[in-house]
């Protein structure tokens, strides 16, 4: 793998629900994926724990999977499914630091939101704005 990006992701579920990867992993198979697709799940917590090992291509975005890291954090959706930031301090907290590391191992081009590159409302916030 040649990891030149990193995808962020929310998990499309509703705010303050947390789930564990283990869901995740089984709700991805279930679309037919060999397990979870993420690299790194954020809880809502801010506790990052690893998903898909980051030596195996990623399964979160079409054209994208081998060459960026998948990070989903938990949320992005209200209680009725309507795609919301939900991400709690800790969450944001979390990515940002997650993406920091990366960003000492490997030259990262570009830090890029899903639906930069697709029409979903993934992960309902502006990434490019944060990341800059
Ligand atoms: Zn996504």
Redesign the pocket.
């Known amino acids: 793998m040649s990891w030149k990006y990193i995808?962020i992701?929310?998990t499309?579920t509703p705010e303050g629900k947390d789930y564990t990867v283990k869901e995740i992993d089984r709700w991805h198979r279930e679309k037919g994926f060999n397990g979870i697709g993420y690299h790194y799940v954020i809880h809502l917590n801010g506790c990052i724990e690893e998903g898909r090992p980051i030596t195996r291509a990623g399964a979160?975005?079409y054209g994208w999977n081998s060459s960026a890291i998948g990070i989903?954090y938990i949320g992005g959706t209200d209680a009725d499914g309507t795609p919301k930031d939900t991400r709690t301090e800790a969450q944001k907290k979390a990515i940002r630091q997650l993406v920091e590391r990366f960003k000492e191992l490997i030259p990262i081009k570009r830090v890029l939101g899903?639906?930069e590159v697709?029409n979903?409302a993934?992960?309902c916030f502006d990434v490019g704005k944060e990341f800059a």
């Open positions: 995808m992701h929310c499309a979160h975005c989903a899903h639906n697709s979903k993934c992960p």
